[in-house]
């Protein structure tokens, strides 16, 4: 089992927050939504352990 990283862990965050910013360009709330739900699920998968997304949605939550 693997615990959620929360320390800096991207070595370049300011790029992959324009990358998310970009992909919202143009889209309707709707879209959008649409868009961070099906990211949400595709890093979920990603993640593969369901231990440390529930790590994350309280981190997240908090």
Do not use: C, W
């Amino acid at each position: 089992m693997s615990s959620l990283v929360t320390t800096r862990n991207l070595a370049r965050p300011d790029d992959a927050y324009d990358q998310l910013l970009t992909a919202h360009e143009g889209l309707t709330k709707e879209e959008s939504d649409a868009l961070n739900a099906r990211l949400i699920l595709t890093l979920f998968n990603h993640v593969g352990d369901l231990d440390v997304i529930r790590e994350a949605i309280a981190v997240a939550r908090a």
